[in-house]
């Protein structure tokens, strides 16, 4: 099913969100995240995006896709396609988190939809880019993790803390061995989770 819904702002801008074989009513449980993820980024940037969306009076909406099966990485809650122009949510885990965890993921995507609007793209960016308000040694950092880097300082300055994100799903998310995510029965310790959800960060950055 899909629904169209649209941001405001100048210019404003429709999304279609749509879902492939997910539980009903996603839809309308991801649109108000989405404006809420909206709501928060910062004008300046919310209007390249918008105006980048909106360039070449495409016949289609950026889209917002909720995907299950999960199709992508199999840690990866979400990607960017399409030169930041498709949006796809893994709903195998998406669907096992809060709110509050959802909007991180998807302010993430969004900041990646940024980068596209800036000409920051994956292969634009260099270190330089980098605000240096996530720690991380620089040396170490590869092309494909400094996208993911600027993408997460990007959110941290919009009001979302990506490690929030990791933290939890270490916290309360099992890989079963038959390569379905469940919640755990009794979440992790907090602060072991919070140890390893800082290794495994550095580690995405690092590579
Ligand atoms: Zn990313």
Known sequence: MTIRTSLQGSPSVAVEIESRRVDR???QRIE?????????????????????WSQNN?????????????????GSDGVCESEGKLIWLNWTTNRLMPDRIVRI?????????????????RFA????????????????????????????????RWGFDPSEHVIWKVRHLQLKKSGEWRLRRKPL???RSRKRAHLQQLFAYMR
Request: contains cysteine; glycine residues 6%; proline residues 5%.
């Open 25 to 27: 009513d996603a839809e």
């Open 32 to 52: 108000p995240v989405l404006h809420g993820v909206w709501s928060h980024i910062d004008p300046l940037d919310r209007s390249n995006i918008a105006s980048y």
């Open 58 to 74: 495409q016949s289609r909406c950026p889209i917002i896709c909720l995907g299950d099966p999960w199709w992508g990485e199999q």
């Open 105 to 121: 993921i998807l302010a993430h995507e969004l900041a990646h939809a940024w980068q596209w609007s800036i000409g920051k793209h």
């Open 125 to 156: 960016l260099t270190n330089d880019d980098l605000a240096g308000t996530i720690q991380v040694p620089l040396s170490r950092v590869q092309e494909s993790g400094r996208v993911e880097l600027h993408a997460d300082e990007t959110i941290l």
């Open 189 to 191: 310790n907090e602060d």
